[in-house]
């Protein structure tokens, strides 16, 4: 399968700034709007990749930037602002992840990646085997690869959606994760490699 060849197209239109930093840890109302529509889908989409709820994504959004009002101060710059709002929204997203599981509810991944007003485009997906190079997600191929994707490990999966669907690059994924770059990289590869042997059979031809 290779790699998600498609992924969301960022919409940052301008470079973060120290400025910016200080008017939002002056409690500039302005600057916090700023960053709140620059990144709400972005924080969004990642928490509905996650959790495949949108009332449960909803509210991580709501979470992420009500941490970011309160704990602006705790932002020293050390990474992007992008990436401390990714790893905040991961953060929550992965508690409400042990939450549910911890009462075995089912849960099936969002693959809802289309929203040209996001500046998102359509997932698309390749075969290392024999076969057309891109193939359409009949509902019966979507479902598998929910459930593939349902069978990987949290950290995974994240890595794997943050890499693949988000093209953030490994760095960022490390910064997020707070794992080695070297931790990052192993958990894509055994991911895409988990999806690809569940997604033979549709490669092959013999699940169509």
Request: hydrophobic share 35%; aromatic share 8%; net charge neutral.
């Amino acid at each position: 399968m290779g790699e998600f060849t498609n992924s969301i197209a960022s919409r940052v239109g301008f470079h973060e700034t120290e400025d910016l930093v200080v008017r939002l840890k002056e409690g500039d109302e302005i600057a916090f709007e700023e960053v709140f529509q620059l990144y709400k889908d972005l924080v969004y989409n990642l928490a509905l990749h996650m959790l495949a709820d949108k009332s449960e994504a909803m509210d991580v959004t709501q979470e992420v930037f009500l941490t970011l009002h309160r704990k602006i101060h705790q932002f020293r710059g050390e990474s992007s602002l992008k990436t401390w709002l990714y790893r905040v929204a991961l953060n929550q997203a992965s508690n409400r992840n042990r939450w549910w599981n911890r009462r075995r509810r089912s849960r099936t991944i969002s693959l809802n990646l289309t929203n040209p007003e996001n500046g998102e485009r359509e997932l698309e997906l390749t075969s290392d085997g024999v076969g057309p190079d891109r193939q359409m997600l009949s509902s019966e191929f979507r479902q598998a690869l929910r459930d593939g994707l349902d069978q990987l490990t949290f950290e995974q999966r994240a890595a794997v959606m943050m890499r693949d669907v988000h093209a953030l690059s490994y760095e960022e994924i490390s910064s997020v994760q707070d794992v080695h770059v070297g931790t990052v990289k192993s958990r894509i590869s055994r991911g895409r490699n988990q999806l690809r042997a569940h997604l033979k059979p549709y490669w092959e031809g013999k699940a169509l």
